[in-house]
C-alpha cells in the first residue's frame, strides 16, 4: 500500500486535507488496485481519480490490430463523449459499440479517447478469436476511457476514472468539472478495479 497525505507542497497546488492510500494485490494472474480516498480536513473535499492500465495491441505479435475487440457485460447503447485539443466536447457523440462489442482499429483514435459516461457494464474483456485474454472490472468508478494514441502506437488503454477532462471553453472551479466527487468531513471514497488473465479467448 502507497500511502500520499497533504502537506505544505501539496497545498500550495491543492489546498485540501486528505489521505490517499492505494493498494496492490497480486495473484497469478489477477491484479487488484483499490484507491482510498479519505476527508481528514473539516470542509468537503472535491476529488477525481482515474487509471492508466496499458496492454500490447495486439496481444499476440502476428494478429492485426483489427481482429482485436472489446465486449462488455451489458449492452452499451448510450453516446459517448470525445475529446477536442484535450478538453470534452459539449455533445455527446453516436456510440461506436454495436451491442456488448466495440471493435478495435486505429482509426477509432483519431478524435483520441472514447469516453463511456456512466457505463451500464462494469467489466469488459479484450481479446481476439483466439490467443490470451485480459479481463478488467471496476467498481466506484464513473467514466471508462479506451484510448490509444491517435496515428498508431503497440498499446490499448482500458482506464476507469471518476472524473474526466475540462470541457472546451471551460473556466470555472475544480469543483465545477465534470465527474468531481464532494467528500464529507470525516468520511471516505473506495474505488477499485482488477485486470485479469486468461489464456484463451
Not at 451489458?74 to 470534452?88: F, I, M, T, W, Y
Not at 467489466?123 to 490467443?131: D, L
Not at 472551479?173 to 468531481?180: A, M
Request: with cysteine; net charge negative.
Amino acid at each position: 500500500t502507497l500511502v500520499l497525505s497533504d502537506n505544505a507542497e501539496t497545498r500550495t497546488h491543492y489546498p485540501f486535507a486528505f489521505r490517499l492510500a492505494i493498494g496492490y494485490e497480486l495473484t497469478s494472474r489477477q491484479l487488484g488496485v483499490t484507491f482510498e480516498i479519505t476527508n481528514t480536513g473539516d470542509e468537503p473535499l472535491p476529488a477525481s481519480i482515474g487509471a492508466h492500465p496499458a496492454f500490447n495491441w495486439p496481444l499476440l505479435p502476428e494478429l492485426p490490430k483489427e481482429a482485436y475487440r472489446l465486449t462488455f457485460a451489458k449492452n452499451e447503447p448510450a453516446p459517448v463523449r470525445r475529446l477536442k485539443d484535450g478538453l470534452l466536447l459539449p455533445a455527446p457523440q453516436p456510440t461506436p459499440i454495436q451491442g456488448k462489442t466495440l471493435p478495435l482499429s486505429e482509426k477509432l483514435f483519431v478524435d483520441d479517447a472514447v469516453i463511456l459516461d456512466k457505463p451500464v457494464s462494469n467489466s469488459v474483456r479484450y481479446a481476439a478469436e483466439r490467443g490470451p485474454a485480459i479481463e478488467m472490472s471496476w467498481q466506484g468508478f464513473n467514466e471508462l476511457g479506451i484510448w490509444s494514441k491517435p496515428g498508431g502506437a503497440p498499446f490499448l488503454c482500458i482506464e476507469p476514472w471518476h472524473g474526466i477532462a475540462s470541457p472546451v471553453d471551460f473556466d470555472g472551479e475544480f469543483t465545477g468539472k465534470p465527474g468531481v466527487m464532494l467528500i464529507e468531513p470525516g468520511t471516505r471514497r473506495v474505488l477499485s478495479y482488477r485486470i485479469g488473465l486468461s489464456r484463451e479467448p
